[in-house]
Each structure stands twice: as structure tokens, then as C-alpha cells.
């Protein structure tokens, strides 16, 4: 007998609880839709520009003190060329300045640090940082245009050159300019509430701006230790340590010769290359988090709002590409037909989407490293003009410094070549990376494929003959793909497999409980209890499986009969119209009529529609982390239900006889009921064993 003064209130806490859990849903939806149209709302300014500038403001740092370290003046007596110049003493004025400019510099990378740290308030951190990269940039400008007349330079002009601090001044002031201008996006993006005033960086990003500090730290130190060492002037000492660090080895003059030098290389050398490594690491994994996700989610969007615009009421036909057009028409159609067409089209838009990102990655990264090499080449043909360089030999020899070739028959030899070489190489390296990594998706991948195809003609036949391989990969060239192979990406932590085998052992025993009490309730014909108990295994074990697929490298990517599956298990049954945004097409407007599937609700409901941009496909999220989520929610809810006795008892979206029935009208049985089919008749079978014996 249930008591009357507390009733009520357990009915409306309960329905508290699940208001509350439905707002929460809903607010993890806009996140997630708030995230995935990034690109498009200033991801740029809120996340690219503090990378950037926290990533070469020590570089430019670093390039500030190499040009405070040594004079700016070089005189150059008969035979002797500028690269072994005698210096002249600067003006007290020139030091001074250059000084505060450095100070300045110094102080606004602290502010981004701090700020990134959260330590200090936005405002007041990128007003200090903007400000003081500004005034050491326009400092070092005024020095660079002071010392480039006449007056400062000694006459006669043949006998006297500028020095390679000077060049490093030149540097450091582009430097400091272009990254307190890409802080001021924003601030300006801040400041009109496109994101909060804070960084958006993850802590990979964080961990590449530290590692950047440190490579140049440890090349800045080393150079001053190799320079004491074998007698070199320190910014020969910062050339010879670049090269040296980034494994390109030019050669030349600058070699440690004493036998201190020689082993102090041995600790060197094997130390910057792991910093190197750890950089390379840190970019390659940034490119392909970060990058790869919001160009894929950027390409997402374009495609799909072009396929929508390309509806043709007439023809009811859909645009997908320049030659491709398929069938797209309500008429006619069960709601089951219409989502699965919808789907259908879905999967396709992903599939070309993620292709056009994939090839113009490749295209741009080509691009980015095309320029580096030939810009590079023609500064290095106009530096090293006393060597009679032309522009086919400067092609020769950035090709192979970029390569890490390394011949060493050919070197810069000038202030401005020695300075300009180390800030070309330094920016080389995320250059290459990301060049690489977008090589790994395209041109490296098609030809692993195409080798694994081939050994299957030639020396490795498939199980099926060469003539039968032949076939499908004849079939897989029509729709773009050589050979479709995938790993489980098993790379997890410890810590992590021991989470899953927590996880999975957990989610084991709840099947089996519930079984088992599906079976009792059944044997004493209470079909709800049973059908609820059932209901409530088949999560369990659905779980179980899509933690299986969470690691799957590529990412697991369902049929639309395991979607329709998998909805029906949270309560979206794809037969169930009113549970989903239909598409309004205005046939008045002919070929112009256009599905209006883009909105992110439906009058406020949590409806969606495969096309539109709350659809599953659509997000950052994988589909089995999609499924996962959703399927824990309702397993939660379901044992909350259980625990409460005012809970409202209501028919579970499948039963023992759904499964016995099949599907029906989900067309044909996708293999997961299959499977479910036959974990159930195996635990029937082993639960009468144990009752046996």
C-alpha cells in the first residue's frame, strides 16, 4: 500500500529528473552542433591565431636575440668576404634601442603565457602582448631602416657589409608584426561574442608551443657552447646548430674539429633530434586532430547545402556531383523508404565530402611547400650572389636541404643567406610535416593499395583466385577505392583497455541478470516484466558491441538497417513519422523546390532528418560514440525506472517476440539481430544446462 503523503512528490521528482536529463540531452546537442559549425564561426581567430602566435613568438624571440648579441657593422679587408668580416663596434644608441625592443618582446610572450595559463584576464593579457610584439616590431623596423642608409653604414661601401644580426632583425620584426596582427582577429572575435575570452587550445596545442620553447632554447644554448668551444662567432655557432639539429648537414667550413667538440656532438645531436621529433610529433598530431576535423566538418556543410540547393521537383532527382544524380522523392514512399533514402544520400554527401577534403589538404599542403622551396630558392640566388649562384642552382640546393639530402657542395655563405637559411628551415619543418601527413591519406595510401591489389594478381593471390580478386578490384576503381582494408587500432593506454575490460565485464553481468529474469517472468506469463527485462539485456549487450567498434580504425560506419536497428533501441523508430523532421519541398517552385532539411530543430522538438544538420553523419562525434551515448542514457534511465516503484510501467520498443518475428518492416535483417538472435538461443542453452545439473 503506497503512502498518500508521498506519492505525489516521488511522481514529480521522477519527472524532474527526467525533464532535467531530456534539457541536459538537449543542451549536449547544441554543444555538439555548436562545435561542429566552428569553422564557419571564427575557429580561425579563436584557436589557429593563439597557436600561431604562441608558436613563433619564441622563435622570433630567440631571432631578437641574435640580433642584440653581435654588431650590425662588418668590415671586410681585401680577399676576405663578409661571412669572415671583422665587426664593428655598434652605436650606443642602436644597443639601447634594440634592448627595449627585445624587453618588450620578452614581456608580451610572457602575457600570452600567462594568459594561457589563466593566470591573468584577457583584456589585460592581449593588450600587454599586442602592444608590446607591436612596439618591438616597429623598434627593430626603425633600426633596420636607420642602418640601411648611408649614414650608418661606413664608407666605402665595397669594404663594409651588414651583419647577420642585422638580417635576424629584419626576421624578427615580420615576425612580430604578422603574430600581434593575428591576435588582433581575436580579440576582435572575443569582443563580438563569437567565442568566449579565453583560448581554445587543447593540451596538445599547449605542449607544442612548450616543446618550441625548448628546441629553441636548447639550439640558442648549444650554439653558445659550440661557439666557445671551436672559436666561431656565436651566429655561425646558431647556423651550424641548425643545420646540424634538422639533420640537413651542409657542411662547409663550420664542423667541430677539437676533440671537446667532436664529443660533445655525441650528447648534442641525439638530444635536438629527439626535441625535433618531439615537435614533428606534436604538428603531425595537430594536423590531423584539429585540422582534419574542422576542414572535414567545414566540407560536410558546403556539400550538403549544395546537394539540397540541387532538388529538382520535377525530375525529383538530387544533384550529388557534376555526373552523379540519383532518385529523391517523397511520393509514394513508406516513412521507412523515405528516411533510408534520405540516408542513403547522407552517406554519399559524407563520402565526397571527405574525399574533396582529403585531395584539397594534399593541394594546399603542395602548394605551401612548392612556394617554400621556390621563394627560398630565389632569396638564396640573390644572397649568394658572389658565389655565382643561378636560380636552377639555388632550386638544387634548397631541394636537397629541404630533403635533408645534405651534400654539402654547396652553402650560403653570406650574413644574409646564413640568417635566412635558419628561419627558411625552421619553417620547413611544419611545412613537410603536414605535407606528409596529407601524402599519408592520398598519394601513400593509393599506393599501398595498389601494391597490396597487384601482390594479389601476382605473388599473393586472395582466397578466391586471381581472376575473382580482379573483379572486385576492377568494381572498387568505379567507386574509388582500390582495396578497402582497416585495422583495430589497439594503440590504447593501459590505463584505458583496463577501463573497457572494467566496462565490458560490467555490461556481461547485466546481461545475464537480466536474462535470466526475462526468463523467469516469462515462465510465469508476465509478458511485460519479461519483454522489460529483455529490453534491458539487448542494451547491455548492444553496448557491449559498440565499445568493440570504438577503436575500430577507420571508424566503424553502420548500414541503415543497423541504424534502423539501434533507433528503434532508443525509442526512434524509423516507422514512427512523428518522430522525425520531415522535408517541406514547395513543388509550386519547380525545379527550384528545395527540402528545408538545413535547421537545427523542428518547432522545438529534438527531430531530425538525415540530411539535416542534426543528423548523426553530420557531427565531429563517430557514429558508434553517437550510439554509445544515447544507448547509456536510456540504459540509466531504464534502471532508474526499475528502482522506483511509481515509476509508470509502458511496453519496451522491442520484445522476446519481435525478435522471434524478425524485423518486419526494416527490410532485411541486418546482422546484429542475427547475432542477438544467437547470444540468446546460446544462454538459453547454457542456462538450462546449469538448471540441469
Same mark, same amino acid.
Given at each position: 500500500?503506497?503512502? /498518500?503523503?508521498?506519492?505525489?512528490?516521488?511522481?514529480?521528482?521522477?519527472?524532474?529528473?527526467?525533464?532535467?536529463?531530456?534539457?541536459?540531452?538537449?543542451?549536449?546537442? *547544441?554543444? *555538439?552542433?555548436?562545435? %561542429?559549425? =566552428?569553422?564557419?564561426?571564427?575557429?580561425?581567430?579563436?584557436?589557429?591565431?593563439?597557436?600561431?602566435?604562441?608558436?613563433?613568438?619564441?622563435?622570433?624571440?630567440?631571432?631578437?636575440?641574435?640580433?642584440?648579441?653581435?654588431?650590425?657593422?662588418?668590415?671586410?679587408?681585401?680577399?676576405?668576404?663578409?661571412?669572415?668580416?671583422?665587426?664593428?663596434?655598434? /652605436?650606443?644608441?642602436?644597443?639601447?634601442?634594440?634592448?627595449?625592443?627585445?624587453?618588450?618582446?620578452?614581456?608580451?610572450?610572457?602575457?600570452?603565457?600567462?594568459?594561457?595559463?589563466?593566470?591573468?584576464?584577457?583584456?589585460?593579457?592581449?593588450?600587454?602582448?599586442?602592444?608590446?610584439?607591436?612596439?618591438?616590431? %616597429?623598434?627593430?623596423?626603425?633600426?633596420?631602416?636607420?642602418?640601411?642608409?648611408?649614414?650608418?653604414?661606413?664608407? /666605402?661601401?665595397?669594404?663594409?657589409?651588414?651583419?647577420?644580426? $642585422?638580417?635576424?632583425?629584419?626576421?624578427?620584426?615580420?615576425?612580430?608584426?604578422?603574430?600581434?596582427?593575428?591576435?588582433?582577429?581575436?580579440?576582435?572575435?572575443?569582443?563580438?561574442?563569437?567565442?568566449?575570452?579565453?583560448?581554445?587550445?587543447? &593540451?596538445?596545442?599547449?605542449?607544442?608551443?612548450?616543446?618550441?620553447?625548448?628546441?629553441?632554447?636548447?639550439?640558442?644554448?648549444?650554439?653558445?657552447?659550440? &661557439?666557445?668551444?671551436?672559436?666561431?662567432?656565436?651566429?655561425?655557432?646558431?647556423?651550424?646548430? =641548425?643545420?646540424?639539429?634538422?639533420? #640537413?648537414?651542409?657542411?662547409?667550413?663550420?664542423?667541430?674539429?677539437?676533440?671537446?667538440?667532436?664529443?660533445?656532438? %655525441?650528447?648534442?645531436?641525439?638530444?635536438?633530434? #629527439?626535441?625535433?621529433?618531439?615537435?614533428?610529433?606534436?604538428?603531425?598530431?595537430?594536423?590531423?586532430?584539429?585540422?582534419?576535423?574542422?576542414?572535414?566538418?567545414?566540407?560536410?556543410?558546403?556539400?550538403?547545402?549544395?546537394?539540397?540547393?540541387?532538388?529538382?521537383?520535377?525530375?525529383?532527382?538530387?544533384?550529388?556531383?557534376? %555526373?552523379?544524380?540519383?532518385?529523391?522523392?517523397?511520393?509514394?514512399?513508406? *516513412?521507412?523508404?523515405?528516411?533510408?533514402?534520405?540516408?542513403?544520400?547522407?552517406?554519399?554527401?559524407?563520402?565526397?565530402?571527405?574525399?574533396?577534403?582529403r585531395y584539397t589538404a594534399l593541394a594546399m599542403s603542395s602548394i605551401a611547400a612548392l612556394l617554400l622551396w621556390l621563394i627560398g630558392a630565389l632569396v638564396f640566388m640573390h644572397s649568394e650572389k658572389p658565389q655565382g649562384w643561378s636560380y636552377f642552382l639555388s632550386l638544387y640546393f634548397a631541394y636537397t636541404s629541404l630533403l635533408t639530402i645534405g651534400y654539402g657542395d654547396y652553402y650560403p655563405l653570406s650574413n644574409s643567406g646564413k640568417a635566412f637559411f635558419v628561419f627558411w628551415s625552421l619553417l620547413a619543418v611544419p611545412t613537410l610535416t603536414i605535407l606528409i601527413s596529407n601524402m599519408g591519406d592520398t598519394v601513400i595510401k593509393a599506393f599501398r593499395d595498389l601494391t597490396i591489389w597487384v601482390g594479389s594478381l601476382t605473388v599473393l593471390p586472395g582466397e578466391n583466385g586471381v581472376s575473382s580478386?580482379?573483379?572486385?578490384?576492377?568494381?572498387?576503381?568505379?567507386?574509388? @577505392?582500390?582495396?578497402?582494408?582497416?585495422?583495430?587500432?589497439?594503440?590504447?593506454? &593501459?590505463?584505458?583497455?583496463?577501463?573497457?575490460?572494467?566496462?565490458?565485464?560490467?555490461?556481461?553481468?547485466?546481461?545475464?541478470?537480466?536474462?535470466?529474469?526475462?526468463?523467469?517472468?516469462?515462465?510465469?506469463?508476465?509478458?511485460?516484466?519479461?519483454?522489460?527485462?529483455?529490453?534491458?539485456? #539487448?542494451?547491455? @549487450?548492444?553496448?557491449?558491441?559498440?565499445?568493440?567498434?570504438?577503436?575500430?580504425?577507420?571508424?566503424?560506419? $553502420?548500414?541503415?538497417?543497423?541504424?534502423?536497428?539501434?533507433?528503434?533501441?532508443?525509442?526512434?523508430?524509423? =516507422? =514512427?513519422?512523428?518522430?522525425?523532421?520531415?522535408?517541406?519541398?514547395?513543388?509550386?517552385?519547380?525545379?527550384? &523546390?528545395?527540402?528545408?532539411?538545413?535547421?537545427?530543430?523542428?518547432?522545438?522538438?529534438?527531430?531530425?532528418?538525415?540530411?539535416?544538420?542534426?543528423?548523426?553523419?553530420?557531427?565531429?562525434?563517430?557514429?558508434?560514440?553517437?550510439?554509445?551515448?544515447?544507448?547509456?542514457?536510456?540504459?540509466?534511465?531504464?534502471?532508474?525506472?526499475?528502482?522506483?516503484?511509481?515509476?509508470?510501467?509502458?511496453?519496451?520498443?522491442?520484445?522476446?517476440?519481435?525478435?522471434?518475428?524478425?524485423?518486419?518492416?526494416?527490410?532485411?535483417?541486418?546482422? #546484429?539481430?542475427?547475432?542477438? @538472435? @544467437?547470444?540468446?538461443?546460446?544462454?538459453?542453452?547454457?542456462?538450462?544446462?546449469?538448471?540441469?545439473?
Amino acid at each position: 500500500m503506497n503512502d /498518500p503523503g508521498l506519492d505525489q512528490p516521488a511522481q514529480q521528482a521522477a519527472q524532474d529528473v527526467e525533464k532535467n536529463t531530456g534539457e541536459q540531452e538537449m543542451d549536449e546537442a *547544441e554543444c *555538439e552542433e555548436q562545435d %561542429f559549425l =566552428d569553422p564557419s564561426r571564427w575557429w580561425f581567430a579563436s584557436t589557429a591565431c593563439p597557436l600561431i602566435a604562441g608558436t613563433f613568438g619564441p622563435i622570433a624571440n630567440a631571432f631578437s636575440i641574435c640580433a642584440l648579441v653581435e654588431k650590425w657593422r662588418v668590415y671586410m679587408p681585401p680577399g676576405v668576404d663578409e661571412g669572415h668580416g671583422e665587426h664593428i663596434e655598434d /652605436p650606443k644608441w642602436l644597443i639601447a634601442v634594440n634592448t627595449i625592443s627585445l624587453i618588450f618582446a620578452l614581456t608580451a610572450n610572457m602575457s600570452l603565457l600567462l594568459k594561457m595559463a589563466r593566470r591573468i584576464h584577457f583584456g589585460f593579457s592581449m593588450s600587454v602582448t599586442i602592444v608590446g610584439w607591436f612596439m618591438a616590431s %616597429f623598434l627593430l623596423i626603425a633600426l633596420v631602416a636607420v642602418a640601411s642608409t648611408s649614414t650608418f653604414r661606413i664608407q /666605402p661601401m665595397e669594404q663594409h657589409a651588414l651583419s647577420q644580426a $642585422y638580417y635576424y632583425g629584419i626576421i624578427a620584426a615580420g615576425l612580430y608584426f604578422i603574430i600581434a596582427s593575428l591576435l588582433i582577429f581575436t580579440v576582435v572575435g572575443a569582443h563580438l561574442g563569437h567565442y568566449p575570452k579565453e583560448f581554445r587550445l587543447t &593540451s596538445s596545442q599547449r605542449t607544442l608551443m612548450l616543446q618550441t620553447v625548448c628546441f629553441m632554447a636548447y639550439l640558442l644554448l648549444g650554439a653558445l657552447v659550440f &661557439s666557445k668551444v671551436e672559436g666561431w662567432k656565436f651566429l655561425d655557432a646558431v647556423y651550424w646548430a =641548425d643545420f646540424t639539429l634538422l639533420t #640537413v648537414g651542409v657542411g662547409g667550413e663550420y664542423v667541430p674539429k677539437t676533440h671537446t667538440g667532436r664529443t660533445l656532438l %655525441f650528447f648534442y645531436a641525439i638530444g635536438g633530434i #629527439v626535441s625535433v621529433g618531439l615537435v614533428i610529433g606534436s604538428i603531425r598530431s595537430l594536423a590531423l586532430e584539429r585540422g582534419k576535423e574542422k576542414m572535414s566538418a567545414r566540407f560536410m556543410e558546403i556539400k550538403r547545402q549544395k546537394v539540397l540547393a540541387s532538388v529538382d521537383g520535377e525530375e525529383r532527382t538530387i544533384k550529388l556531383g557534376w %555526373f552523379e544524380k540519383t532518385k529523391f522523392s517523397e511520393r509514394g514512399l513508406s *516513412e521507412v523508404q523515405r528516411r533510408e533514402q534520405e540516408f542513403r544520400v547522407m552517406r554519399r554527401i559524407q563520402e565526397k565530402a571527405e574525399r574533396n577534403r582529403r585531395y584539397t589538404a594534399l593541394a594546399m599542403s603542395s602548394i605551401a611547400a612548392l612556394l617554400l622551396w621556390l621563394i627560398g630558392a630565389l632569396v638564396f640566388m640573390h644572397s649568394e650572389k658572389p658565389q655565382g649562384w643561378s636560380y636552377f642552382l639555388s632550386l638544387y640546393f634548397a631541394y636537397t636541404s629541404l630533403l635533408t639530402i645534405g651534400y654539402g657542395d654547396y652553402y650560403p655563405l653570406s650574413n644574409s643567406g646564413k640568417a635566412f637559411f635558419v628561419f627558411w628551415s625552421l619553417l620547413a619543418v611544419p611545412t613537410l610535416t603536414i605535407l606528409i601527413s596529407n601524402m599519408g591519406d592520398t598519394v601513400i595510401k593509393a599506393f599501398r593499395d595498389l601494391t597490396i591489389w597487384v601482390g594479389s594478381l601476382t605473388v599473393l593471390p586472395g582466397e578466391n583466385g586471381v581472376s575473382s580478386t580482379l573483379k572486385i578490384g576492377i568494381r572498387r576503381l568505379r567507386h574509388g @577505392k582500390l582495396y578497402e582494408g582497416g585495422t583495430e587500432d589497439n594503440g590504447t593506454t &593501459s590505463q584505458g583497455a583496463s577501463e573497457q575490460q572494467l566496462l565490458d565485464r560490467l555490461a556481461k553481468n547485466v546481461e545475464e541478470k537480466e536474462l535470466g529474469l526475462a526468463e523467469k517472468a516469462g515462465e510465469h506469463g508476465d509478458y511485460l516484466e519479461r519483454d522489460t527485462h529483455f529490453y534491458h539485456f #539487448v542494451l547491455a @549487450k548492444e553496448i557491449r558491441n559498440l565499445m568493440k567498434d570504438m577503436n575500430a580504425s577507420p571508424p566503424r560506419q $553502420y548500414t541503415y538497417q543497423e541504424w534502423n536497428y539501434y533507433l528503434r533501441l532508443i525509442g526512434q523508430d524509423e =516507422d =514512427d513519422a512523428s518522430k522525425h523532421r520531415r522535408p517541406k519541398i514547395d513543388h509550386s517552385r519547380k525545379s527550384n &523546390s528545395q527540402p528545408d532539411l538545413g535547421t537545427a530543430d523542428d518547432g522545438g522538438n529534438s527531430s531530425w532528418s538525415w540530411l539535416g544538420i542534426k543528423s548523426p553523419l553530420m557531427g565531429s562525434k563517430t557514429e558508434a560514440d553517437w550510439l554509445l551515448q544515447r544507448l547509456t542514457a536510456i540504459l540509466e534511465k531504464e534502471m532508474e525506472k526499475m528502482r522506483s516503484p511509481n515509476a509508470k510501467k509502458e511496453p519496451p520498443p522491442i520484445s522476446m517476440a519481435d525478435l522471434r518475428n524478425g524485423q518486419g518492416s526494416s527490410g532485411s535483417e541486418p546482422d #546484429v539481430v542475427r547475432g542477438l @538472435k @544467437k547470444d540468446v538461443g546460446d544462454a538459453e542453452v547454457r542456462r538450462r544446462g546449469n538448471n540441469a545439473m
